[in-house]
């Protein structure tokens, strides 16, 4: 399973930005797939992720702000919009086949994730 990633750059606060990933393959009824960011001196931090029966789950300090969707069987985009200074990390798409959203951990890990991209970094200034 191979993931592409695309969109991200710089943008100003308060702006918008888009995140495609793109999965090469999947093999069962259901994956999940999202985005976890690490910035500077922080820790991985679980972003959106959707399942394919749609069901979604954010991190509390983006809800009303990004919106995960799947566009097509294999492709998940995630809107950014009102962007913050805070919200500058390097986003890494990730993949978990056999999953649905409602059985991840209320605070989604990097275990739970099996397939990674390499990673887009966004840049948000004030």
């Known amino acids: 399973v191979r993931l592409a990633e695309s969109g991200g750059g710089s943008v100003q606060d308060g702006g918008s930005l888009r995140l495609s990933c793109t999965v090469s393959e999947y093999s069962y009824a259901s994956y999940c797939s999202g985005w976890f960011r690490q910035g500077a001196h922080k820790g991985l931090e679980g972003v959106a992720f959707i399942d394919s029966d749609g069901s979604t789950r954010y991190a509390d300090d983006v809800k009303g702000r990004f919106t995960i969707s799947r566009d097509t069987d294999k492709i998940t985009s995630l809107q950014m919009d009102d962007l913050k200074s805070d919200d500058t990390s390097m986003y890494y798409c990730?993949?978990?086949?056999?999953?649905?959203?409602?059985?991840?951990?209320?605070?989604?890990?990097?275990?739970?994730?099996?397939?990674w991209g390499q990673g887009t970094q966004v840049v948000v200034s004030s």
């Open positions: 990730a993949v978990e086949m056999g999953c649905w959203v409602e059985h991840l951990h209320e605070e989604v890990s990097k275990p739970e994730f099996n397939h």
